[in-house]
């Protein structure tokens, strides 16, 4: 099957013939091309039964590769573990009028950072006004910058405790259903984003369709046409057990714009992929782009250098957090876990890949193992 990688060493000399990439984007191009070939080096891996031996080439682990974030992702999910609490948690979702989308592209680690920052006070704030839950809840905040196509849609995915903690130290359980009213969440958070973008206007770069944004008076327009609008935030019904929580979350936390699973066709040219069409059911439907512009839309998310696009807040702050949650976890009766449950990164691999992910292919009898010293250098 073609994979992105495919699609990279195919089609990005003829992309780069009209565009161009940028710094970050250079990086994740390279590593993409490079990953799991020669180019990144590697190690001999021998049967522990017949003796067959093959090169098992290194990973690039950038985190826009489809092929390296399964492991990385349970990782992150067993480090969670710790902190999750024997509640129901909510899945909610805020999003930014495409208006905005072009500013965006051209202001990405300043409007990224808005972004969390007015989803983050909008849930802190509300949920601090005991109309709602007088209570101080824990959320991880997850950024998602496409939708199925490939197209720019800036949003994030945030997973909120059905509760919190008071100031007295006590829990308070939130209702079943989402306890903020979604028109109340929405019209907040439009208020915070939009102050704080008006504030930084003179800081922002406005090129292309967004450069007659530069004049005040055309700005202020702008920003008093997204009031008059009504911005997309919504949220699921509670998960219905706390393990469901972190295979969840970990759907969110680690996926890349497209997986190598949904590229179909790489042929003449063009890209075939699958994607979910939301609007007509959530139908699976299969799009054709020229692969020149497949290039460009994937480059369109790739994050700025040490950009962090997960974020916690609240009990899960890292100020202060292992106690918060110890004694959160008191008050919600939630089972303290031991450091020796632990997953190896063989068993982690075992738990993604199956038992026999490392049978050999020649005996189908024995193992892979890499007990050989031997190592593969990296080639120019």
């Not at 195919?10 to 970050?24: A, D, V």
């Not at 799991?36 to 093959?54: F, I, K, P, Q, Y």
Request: charged content about 25%; some cysteine; hydrophobic content about 35%.
């Amino acid at each position: 099957m073609s994979e992105l990688q495919d699609i990279f060493k195919m089609h990005g000399e003829e992309y780069l013939q009209t565009r161009r990439f940028s710094k970050e984007q250079q990086k994740v191009f390279a590593a993409i091309q490079a990953c799991r070939t020669s180019a990144l080096g590697g190690h001999v891996e021998t049967c522990d039964h017949c003796g067959n031996e093959r090169i098992a080439y290194n990973s690039c682990r950038n985190r826009h590769c489809p092929k390296c974030q399964s492991v990385a992702k349970e990782e992150w999910i067993q480090k969670q573990s710790q902190s999750l609490l024997n509640i129901g948690y909510f899945h909610v979702v805020f999003t930014v009028p495409s208006e905005l989308n072009p500013i965006f592209l051209h202001n990405k680690e300043a409007l990224y950072g808005l972004l969390f920052r007015a989803a983050s006070e909008t849930l802190l704030e509300l949920c601090s006004d005991k109309k709602y839950l007088g209570a101080t809840p824990g959320f991880t905040a997850v950024l998602h910058t496409w939708s199925q196509d490939l197209s720019f849609h800036p949003h994030l995915h945030v997973i909120v405790t059905s509760g919190g903690l008071t100031d007295l130290g006590e829990w308070h359980h939130s209702r079943k259903s989402f306890f903020i009213p979604i028109r109340v969440l929405s019209r907040k958070f439009r208020g915070k984003f939009l102050y704080f973008l008006r504030r930084m206007q003179w800081q922002l770069a406005y090129r292309g369709f967004c450069a007659d944004l530069r004049h005040s008076v055309l700005f202020g327009d702008f920003i008093s046409s997204l009031y008059a609008k009504d911005w997309v935030t919504y949220c699921k019904p509670p998960f219905g057990s706390p393990s469901k929580v972190l295979e969840y979350i970990g759907r969110y936390t680690h996926r890349v714009a497209i997986s190598n699973d949904r590229i179909k066709d790489v042929s003449g040219g063009k890209v075939t992929f699958s994607w979910r069409d939301y609007k007509a059911g959530n139908k699976i439907k299969k799009m054709v782009l020229p692969a020149v512009e497949f290039i460009r839309r994937f480059m369109l998310h790739v994050l700025p250098h040490g950009f962090r696009r997960i974020r916690h807040y609240g009990l899960l702050s890292p100020r202060n957090k292992a106690a918060k949650i110890k004694l959160c976890k008191r008050l919600t009766n939630t089972p303290v876990t031991s450091n020796e449950q632990k997953l190896s990164k063989l068993e982690m691999i075992k738990r993604i890949f199956g038992d026999d992910f490392n049978l050999c292919p020649v005996c189908k009898m024995g193992h892979m193992t890499r007990d050989s010293p031997r190592t593969i250098t990296p080639t120019a």
